[in-house]
């Protein structure tokens, strides 16, 4: 056969193979945030306390570390509940749902606004328990509605059927009774709630009880949180009483007011809380009123060891936190500043008051002719605490002339990982070294910075780390000082292929798992060519490249020549490679794929030979061997082979070669290169006498089999056609993939 000829085979070929036609934070707990202990009743006309529907259940989903996950999967379900609420009149909004930024998701369990729901004396509520859970974690949310008693069944009188009293009965929670503290303290004794059925007076278990405050109160008191029940919260035993332990908070000196909620309290919706009782009585409060707590320390939250220019301002305020000896911070107290030596800077205020939490903050700025050490005091007014005291650094003025990146650009990392170097940039300057200058650094893309300004250091040199979120794509960060701009270009790529074994089959008949060395391969996954439209193919004569499209192929430890990279006519992820020539075969050899920074490593089989036979779909829609006349035409329905002429079949996979081809060669020019093993080629049932089998000279992983088509065989368009290899030392030959060919 002429040069020419073979390689218009070889180039309509390549692109049938190229066509082809077949990354956390790991959620450790969640918990309810609010929704947990609803209780309520459907029917205005026979409940006592405030009709209506469950309000929103919310929680939260955080790591080992209690930091929030975000776009973390929570799954919602109805694991207990009564008949008439559990299965035929109530259920879940979303059945999944993702948590924000915050950790934070939430979901609705809705029941009608009917009258219909009666109950008797011994079943006075129904309760559903509903579970967030995500990943190994999970939370339970308790849902009670009260049943409406029956009047017939009551001598006629409409009874409520839950009722709330206060334990022990002479404890009453009446209007105006107060509860005075000191910040960070508990009241003594506690607060017990009892919920039971009116009639019976059998307990209802997980009822929330919630201590509210008045909007406005600087003087507060809360609920001690129990575990699982939400925010300020406690829940019912199974004796149906709980106990909430009033913390004292807010600011010292002030007054307030607050109520007992009971059944949950949500201010927010526009028809009324959902609390099924407040205590006490309808419209009566509470009294709050909170005392100073023993100060105990001042100690510093942020903004030490900080430096800046003379005459520029430092990029951090300066904050810090008043406790009590308890460790609870103390609102509402004054704190002076001074700075040493006076007149190197200029603070925001001389004094400044603590929030409810105890914190408070100052600016500085330094005066334009500070230079070297610049210390600033934070004292408790009137008070012998030990002062702190900040320790910052004024930097001589110098002339910035420019900003460079010193590493840290044109990085890859994968989604939800952090980037492995920092990001680096350097303020120059003409007499001098620019430290202690602030720079801004901004961020588009899926990612997230360490902090959006840092200063320079003694060299001149700010950084910072840039942390990959949950999508892949492009990430852009901008640093800037001084008007001068640098830009950094990131990329967050995924995490890699999902590979099993069954990915793996034969590039010519597509054959799963027939693999041998130096057989061309393809396999077809989920990951292998994200962001790709269409096939990538290398130029298909002559050595291929190792890595294509950004992916890379190692089988056995030995890297792997790649074909084509890309979306197949059916739109699905395709490598086409060569199982490199020098892998051992053997039941579990590694292959490993990488795609970027991402990767993913399977084992799978690999064969002494695997023969595979290239088709392609034809005029009439049907799928035949691709095949050489001696004309050089290719065969087809309208164009069959010929009884007793000489055909070339294009396979790949008939092993190890004579003489040795190494990976990603092909049979020098005039060379004859044949396979080690016995080919034996098969047509309409019967063995047919084989010419050569021949390596190409041209294309990689490509076997030429030359064959004479019996005078004597069947006639069709449809007339079997196999190829079969006996590996050396072995007796059981390897077959192909039956094919079809148009025979006339």
């Known amino acids: 056969m002429n040069k020419s000829r073979f390689m218009a085979g070889a180039a309509t070929l390549a692109l049938l193979v190229c066509a082809g036609v077949a990354s956390a934070q790991t959620p450790a707990r969640i918990t309810p945030v609010s929704g947990n202990g609803q209780l309520i009743c459907p029917s205005l006309s026979?409940?006592?306390?405030?009709?209506?529907?469950?309000?929103?259940?919310?929680?939260?989903?955080?790591?080992?570390?209690?930091?929030?996950v975000s776009n973390a999967t929570v799954n919602w379900a109805v694991t207990a509940g009564d008949y008439y609420i559990g299965v035929d009149f109530a259920g879940l909004r979303q059945k999944t749902t993702i948590t924000d930024s915050n950790g934070i998701t939430s979901n609705?369990?809705?029941?009608?606004?009917?009258?219909?729901?009666?109950?008797?004396?011994?079943?006075?509520?129904?309760?559903?328990t509903v579970t967030a859970s995500a990943g190994s974690a999970s939370t339970n949310f308790y849902l009670t509605q009260g049943l409406p008693a029956n009047p017939l069944l009551n001598g006629g009188s409409q009874v409520p059927p839950i009722g709330v009293e206060v334990v022990p009965p002479g404890a009453d929670?009446?209007?105006?009774?107060?509860?005075?503290?000191?910040?960070?303290?508990?009241?003594?004794?506690?607060?017990?709630?009892?919920?039971?059925?009116?009639?019976?007076?059998?307990?209802?278990?997980?009822?929330?009880?919630?201590?509210?405050?008045?909007?406005?109160?600087?003087?507060?008191?809360t609920c001690a949180e129990q575990s699982g029940a939400g925010t300020?919260?406690?829940?019912?035993?199974?004796?149906?009483?709980?106990?909430?332990?009033p913390i004292f908070g807010g600011i010292a000196g002030t007054t307030g007011s607050a109520f007992v909620a009971v059944g949950g309290y949500d201010p927010t919706v526009s028809f009324g809380s959902a609390s099924y009782f407040q205590l006490p009585g309808g419209e009566g409060r509470?009294?709050?009123?909170?005392?100073?707590?023993?100060?105990?320390?001042?100690?510093?939250?942020?903004?030490?060891?900080?430096?800046?220019?003379?005459?520029?301002?430092?990029?951090?305020?300066?904050?810090?936190?008043?406790?009590?000896?308890?460790?609870?911070?103390?609102?509402?107290?004054?704190?002076?500043?001074?700075?040493?030596?006076?007149g190197a800077a200029s603070l925001g205020?001389?004094?400044?008051?603590?929030?409810?939490?105890?914190?408070?903050?100052?600016?500085?700025?330094?005066?334009?002719?500070?230079?070297?050490?610049?210390?600033?005091?934070?004292?408790?007014?009137?008070?012998?605490?030990?002062?702190?005291?900040?320790?910052?650094?004024?930097?001589?003025?110098?002339?910035?002339?420019?900003?460079?990146?010193?590493?840290?650009?044109?990085?890859?990392?994968i989604i939800n990982t952090a980037f492995g170097a920092p990001l680096v940039v350097q303020l120059n300057a003409t007499n001098g070294i620019a430290s202690g200058i602030p720079v801004q650094f901004s961020i588009t893309g899926p990612g997230t910075l360490s902090a959006t300004s840092a200063n320079t250091n003694n060299s001149g040199q700010a950084q910072v780390t840039v942390q990959a979120t949950g999508q892949a794509g492009a990430v852009t960060v901008t640093a800037s000082a001084n008007g001068f701009n640098q830009t950094f270009n990131l990329t967050?790529?995924?995490?890699?292929?999902?590979?099993?074994?069954?990915?793996?089959?034969?590039?010519?008949?597509?054959?799963?798992?027939?693999?041998?060395?130096?057989?061309?391969?393809?396999?077809?996954?989920?990951?292998?060519?994200?962001?790709l439209q269409g096939m990538v193919v290398a130029n298909f004569v002559g050595p291929l490249p190792y890595v294509l499209a950004n992916d890379k192929v190692t089988v056995g430890g030995s890297a792997a020549p790649i074909m084509s990279v890309g979306r197949n006519a059916g739109g699905a992820e395709q490598l086409t490679f060569q199982v490199p020539c020098d892998v051992t075969p053997g039941s579990s050899v590694p292959v490993t794929i990488n795609v970027g920074v991402g990767s993913a490593t399977i084992n799978i089989p690999i064969l002494a030979a695997s023969p595979g036979i290239f088709q392609t779909v034809m005029s009439d829609g049907v799928t035949r061997a691709v095949m050489l006349r001696p004309d050089g035409s290719f065969v087809s329905p309208q164009n069959p082979a010929r009884r007793g002429e000489n055909l070339i079949a294009f396979a790949t996979g008939l092993g190890v070669t004579n003489p040795l081809v190494t990976t990603n060669s092909v049979a020098a020019p005039s060379a004859i290169v044949a396979p080690q093993g016995s080919v034996i080629v098969g047509m309409a049932g019967g063995g047919v006498p084989l010419i050569t089998s021949q390596l190409s000279y041209d294309m990689?992983?490509?076997?030429?089999?030359?064959?004479?088509?019996?005078?004597?065989?069947?006639?069709?368009?449809?007339?079997?056609?196999?190829?079969?290899?006996?590996?050396?030392?072995?007796s059981t030959p390897i077959s192909s993939a039956g094919v079809i060919v148009p025979v006339q």
């Open 46 to 68: 026979y409940c006592a306390g405030q009709p209506g529907f469950f309000q929103t259940m919310v929680a939260k989903v955080t790591d080992a570390n209690g930091n929030p």
């Open 108 to 128: 609705n369990y809705d029941i009608p606004f009917t009258n219909a729901l009666t109950g008797t004396i011994g079943f006075a509520f129904a309760q559903t």
């Open 173 to 221: 929670l009446y209007p105006g009774a107060t509860f005075s503290g000191s910040i960070g303290t508990t009241a003594n004794p506690p607060i017990k709630i009892r919920v039971f059925t009116y009639q019976l007076r059998d307990p209802v278990p997980n009822v929330a009880v919630t201590l509210v405050n008045d909007p406005g109160s600087q003087a507060t008191i």
């Open 232 to 245: 300020n919260t406690v829940l019912t035993d199974a004796t149906g009483v709980a106990t909430c332990n």
């Open 286 to 342: 509470l009294i709050v009123r909170v005392t100073a707590a023993t100060p105990g320390a001042i100690r510093i939250v942020s903004g030490n060891s900080q430096s800046a220019q003379s005459g520029q301002s430092l990029a951090a305020p300066l904050v810090v936190k008043l406790e009590s000896t308890s460790g609870v911070g103390l609102g509402g107290s004054t704190i002076n500043w001074t700075v040493s030596p006076s």
């Open 349 to 413: 205020s001389a004094s400044t008051t603590t929030d409810a939490n105890g914190q408070t903050s100052n600016t500085v700025r330094f005066s334009s002719g500070a230079s070297g050490n610049v210390l600033v005091t934070a004292a408790l007014a009137n008070s012998n605490i030990t002062p702190v005291t900040f320790n910052l650094t004024a930097i001589p003025n110098v002339t910035v002339t420019g900003l460079q990146i010193i590493s840290g650009n044109n990085q890859s990392a």
């Open 492 to 531: 967050v790529a995924p995490p890699g292929p999902t590979l099993t074994p069954l990915a793996f089959m034969n590039a010519a008949d597509f054959q799963r798992g027939a693999l041998s060395p130096c057989s061309l391969a393809t396999v077809i996954a989920p990951g292998l060519a994200p962001g």
């Open 700 to 730: 990689v992983g490509l076997w030429l089999v030359t064959f004479n088509v019996p005078v004597d065989v069947r006639t069709g368009s449809d007339v079997p056609f196999s190829i079969s290899v006996i590996p050396p030392g072995s």
